[in-house]
Nanobody, 122 residues
Framework: QVQLVEAGGGLVQAGGSLRLSCTAS????????VGWFRQAPGKEREFVSA????????NCAESVNGRFTISRDNANNAVYLQMSNLKPEDTAVYYC???????????????WGQGTQVTVSS
């Protein structure tokens, strides 16, 4: 079993930056693909970005391309999402997920965190 904990969310003005982290309880985390997803109020959860177990392959949604960067530190069982030039439409609860998905954006992912709130004010 892998427990995931997200951190780094908060309130930021438009144009600002935040770095989210996803840390895991198990060392097996390093063998999993990790994805970031978000869910805004009244909307469905959507894919944001993902990174392969070794970090050699990444993918991100068109809406965040060029603004968000995903990275990982397997020595510390952590994955990061650096978010820059934030917009009010980025406001959502951000979740990390781990697993061996057949597709980065659609999954499936086996393990999910509880989420961290990101609020971007205009």
């Amino acid at each position: 079993q892998v427990q995931l904990v997200e951190a780094g969310g908060g309130l930021v003005q438009a144009g600002g930056s935040l770095r989210l982290s996803c840390t895991a309880s198990a060392r097996t985390f390093r063998w999993y693909t990790v994805g970031w997803f978000r869910q805004a109020p009244g909307k469905e959860r959507e894919f944001v970005s993902a990174i392969s177990w070794g970090g050699g392959s990444t993918n991100c949604a068109e809406s965040v391309n060029g603004r968000f960067t995903i990275s990982r530190d397997n020595a510390n069982n952590a994955v990061y999402l650096q978010m820059s030039n934030l917009k009010p439409e980025d406001t959502a609860v951000y979740y990390c997920a781990a697993g061996r998905p057949t597709d980065y954006s659609t999954g499936p992912y086996n393990y999910w965190g509880q989420g961290t709130q990101v609020t971007v004010s205009s």
